[in-house]
């Protein structure tokens, strides 16, 4: 049974001359023809995605300031993509809208930050990885009124098995020997625990995750996977899978003056080039996931 109460101030739909919009995506509800999502926070990537999509009823949706949607068939497949901030409120009134509105499968690409060293043998291709967040660790102060504290907060089996697989069939030839590591056009996807901050950016967010460092598979430290993953159990129909671009280490806050703007450029873009690759694999699972569940191909 769902909570009376919601969870984030201001969720819900308005309606005007008959027809429902979502008060955070903007998105008109009869318009929707898609129950599948895929959320990013680069704008870069979602405006690549905005020129290609084959825009369908409804079209382009501005919410909130940072919120921004376009429904079509992307790759052929019909599917939402959204751009949202990168802080954990953002993911949970998204998805809560969107849910109402019928979409179930949600995936999102964000980027975080690397805990420690990648295992040797990823290390030579540590700029051409992502990374598939098997667990989140709820330190964001959000995930914990979705969900009770204690339980796990773990993508979907479904999701994340189709994902595997259809990254596995975008493979130019497997360079790791048949392992069961799948390499997306020469993309690495590597497996961690993400510990989730409301921000990894504030001064103090390497001492919150320093009691995490060097526990088993705690690798990546992000702002929306764990709300996310809890979500699942606020809307037992959701299925949830968060993917993480990790270029850069968490480290103590360095003084402004150490602060490289031409380096920060360069992965930024590193980041839209690496999360635009992942997003064929994405959509694919996401076309393999709904077929599986609805027993068919999907006209």
């Not at 709820?138 to 990254?167: Q, T, Y």
């Not at 919150?208 to 606020?234: F, I, K, N, W």
């Amino acid at each position: 049974m769902m909570p009376a109460r919601p969870i984030v101030r201001g969720l819900g739909a308005v309606m005007h001359r008959g027809v429902s919009y979502g008060r955070v995506t903007g998105i008109k509800s009869y318009h929707t023809l898609a129950s599948s999502a895929v959320l990013v926070d680069s704008v870069e990537v979602y405006e690549r995605v905005e020129k290609t999509i084959e825009v369908v009823m409804g079209g382009r949706y501005t919410g909130y300031p940072g919120f921004r949607f376009v429904a079509g068939r992307y790759l052929d497949h019909p599917v939402i993509v959204g751009t949202i901030p990168p802080y954990p409120e953002a993911v949970v009134e998204v998805v809560s809208e969107l849910y109402m509105m019928g979409v179930r499968n949600f995936v999102m690409l964000t980027r975080g930050y690397r805990l420690g060293k990648l295992p040797v043998e990823s290390r030579s291709r540590e700029e051409d990885s992502i990374f598939i967040a098997v667990a989140a660790v709820p330190l964001d102060g959000v995930s914990e009124r979705v969900a009770a504290p204690g339980l796990p907060l773990m993508p979907s089996e479904a999701l994340l098995k189709h994902f595997i697989n259809a990254a596995k069939g975008e493979v130019e030839g497997i360079e790791s020997g048949g392992s069961e590591t799948p390499v997306i056009r020469g993309l690495e996807t590597l497996k961690g625990v993400t510990v989730t901050l409301k921000s990894p950016r504030m001064p103090w967010s390497y001492q919150e995750v320093e009691p995490y460092l060097g526990m088993r598979g705690v690798r990546l430290a992000d702002s929306v996977t764990a709300p996310l993953y809890a979500l699942q159990y606020y809307y037992s129909r959701v299925r949830a899978l968060s993917l993480i671009i990790a270029l850069k280490n968490l480290t103590p806050a360095a003084k402004p003056v150490e602060y490289d703007y031409e380096q920060a450029r360069r992965i930024q873009v590193k980041e839209a080039e690496i999360m635009s690759r992942a997003l064929i694999a994405v959509v694919e699972a996401l076309k393999r996931a709904e077929e599986a569940e609805s027993g068919g191909p999907r006209e």
